[in-house]
């Protein structure tokens, strides 16, 4: 069974802003905004990164649960960690032995969600999906709409190579999604404890800024640096080394 990374959500207060920085920097072009969101108090737009995704969320009234996790981890930031699966029986069993609650299940036929409650992951909200038919990875996924290809832009980033959850006890947080994903634990080039899954890594780290357990980074594969670092210099974002600061998230670029 393969288990990919294949979108990565952002929350924010306001969607227009972070949008304009992630299109602005990245080079990216929005495929889908899903109106079926707004049921969860939400608006969205989602970016194809070469044949995964970037989505961004904001809350359009009072008591949502991504307004309370801006609370929580107090403003703009990493939300979801979405993965696509090839058969989603077993998954949803395990989840079961292991007395997941799940926050949003969904099943039509073609598409299945499985949204995992965050206070049983830790982490950040963990979601795994099945695509029926879209076993290719430039096939259809229908959380980006039906002409998502018309909208990749690649001359700027061209992937999502890891997703990089912080918090208090790295190790131990690594061993519970390790458990949930049936994913076994590893050890990065750089010492810090992972899960390797068939396109990407999940990183897991001790809290880096004090905002706490979350979604806190995002490694993106690139092809144009000098234009992305001379777009967020332009734009007045923060920027360390090889990482660039959007929408509460640290983007490390990655070759």
Do not use: K
Not at 96 to 103: A, D, K, S, W
Not at 192 to 210: P, Q, S
Not at 223 to 246: F, N, P, T, W
Request: charged share 25%; proline share 4%.
């Amino acid at each position: 069974m393969w288990l990919r990374l294949r979108q990565i959500a952002l929350v924010a207060r306001e969607l227009g802003p972070v949008l304009a920085d992630v299109q602005g920097v990245f080079g990216l072009e929005v495929a889908y905004r899903d109106p079926s969101v707004a049921s969860f108090g939400l608006e969205n737009a989602v970016l194809p990164v070469g044949n995964q995704f970037l989505e961004l969320l904001a809350p359009i009234r009072e008591g949502t649960a991504g307004g309370r996790y801006l609370e929580r981890r107090r403003g703009d930031g990493g939300y979801m960690v979405i993965l696509q699966c090839d058969d989603h029986g077993p998954r949803q069993a395990r989840v079961e032995e292991l007395g997941i609650r799940t926050v949003h299940e969904h099943d039509d036929g073609s598409y299945v969600i499985m949204q995992l409650h965050p206070r049983d992951t830790g982490g950040s909200f963990l979601e795994v999906d099945e695509q029926r038919g879209g076993e290719d990875l430039n096939g259809p996924w229908m959380p980006a709409g039906r002409s998502w290809h018309d909208a990749v832009r690649t001359d700027v980033v061209r992937g999502i190579a890891a997703a990089e959850i912080q918090a208090p006890d790295p190790s131990g947080l690594a061993q519970r999604w390790s458990d949930i994903l049936d994913v076994p634990v590893t050890v990065d080039g750089d010492g810090r404890t992972a899960l390797a899954l068939d396109n990407a890594t999940i990183r897991f780290v001790a809290d880096h800024d004090g905002r706490g357990e979350g979604l806190g980074g995002v490694d993106l594969v690139v092809a144009d640096r000098d234009r992305l670092v001379a777009a967020a210099h332009e734009r007045g974002l923060a920027l360390d080394g090889d990482v660039v600061l959007v929408g509460g998230v640290r983007f490390a670029l990655t070759q």
